[in-house]
C-alpha cells in the first residue's frame, strides 16, 4: 500500500498536504511549516536545520507501522476506545521520533505529526475524527494482510 502525502501549500506556520491512498484522495492533512528538508540529507542535517515543534517531517519516503502503542495516545479515551492506542506510526524518519497520523485541528495539534481532516477553514482541517477514522481503517485492513504500508511525501510548491 501507498499512502501519498503531497503537499501543496506551504507559509510561515503551517503546510497542507492532500492524502492518497494507492492513487484514491482520502483526505487532507495539516503540519507544521516545511523548512524544505529532504530525507536524503541525513539525521544530524535535520536536526541542526529543524525548528521543534514547527517544523513538517522532511520529504521522503518512510514506512508505517500500525502494531505501536502511542504512550501519549493510549490515555486518551477516544484513542483507547477505537484503537487501543495503535496509531499509524511513520518509522525512519531521520531527527523525528513518535511520527503519527492522527486527529487535531491545526498545526498546534502537530509537534512533527499529519493531523488529518479537510482543509475547508484557512489554517485549519474540520472532521478530523472522520478522517482519521477512514484513514485508520483503509492502513489497518492491509496491516491484517501483512502488506507493508509505505508514505511518500512530496510537495507541489
Known amino acids: 500500500m501507498l499512502v501519498e502525502v503531497k503537499r501543496i501549500y506551504n507559509c510561515t506556520k503551517y503546510c497542507i498536504s492532500h492524502i492518497y491512498i494507492d492513487g484514491s484522495y482520502v483526505c ?3 503540519e507544521d511549516t516545511d523548512r524544505m528538508l529532504d530525507q536524503s540529507i541525513g539525521d544530524a542535517k535535520v536536526r541542526e536545520k529543524k525548528i521543534p515543534k514547527k517544523t513538517a517531517i522532511p520529504t521522503g519516503k518512510y514506512e508505517i507501522v500500525m ?3 502511542s504512550p501519549k495516545f493510549k490515555e486518551k479515551k477516544y484513542y483507547r476506545d477505537f484503537c487501543g492506542g495503535r496509531m499509524p506510526r511513520l518509522v525512519g524518519v531521520p531527527g523525528f521520533l513518535g511520527i503519527l497520523f492522527h486527529r487535531g ?3 498546534n495539534s502537530s509537534a512533527g505529526c499529519l493531523i488529518l481532516g479537510y482543509n475547508k477553514v484557512k489554517g485549519k482541517v ?3 475524527q472522520r478522517a482519521f477514522e477512514m484513514f485508520w481503517h483503509k492502513l489497518e485492513v492491509a496491516h ?3 502488506e507493508r ?3 511518500q511525501i512530496t510537495r507541489t510548491y
Do not use: N, T
Open 28 to 30: 487532507d492533512a495539516i
Open 67 to 69: 502494531d505501536v502503542i
Open 105 to 107: 485541528i491545526d498545526e
Open 126 to 128: 474540520v472532521d478530523s
Open 144 to 146: 491484517k494482510i501483512g
Open 149 to 151: 504500508i509505505w508514505c
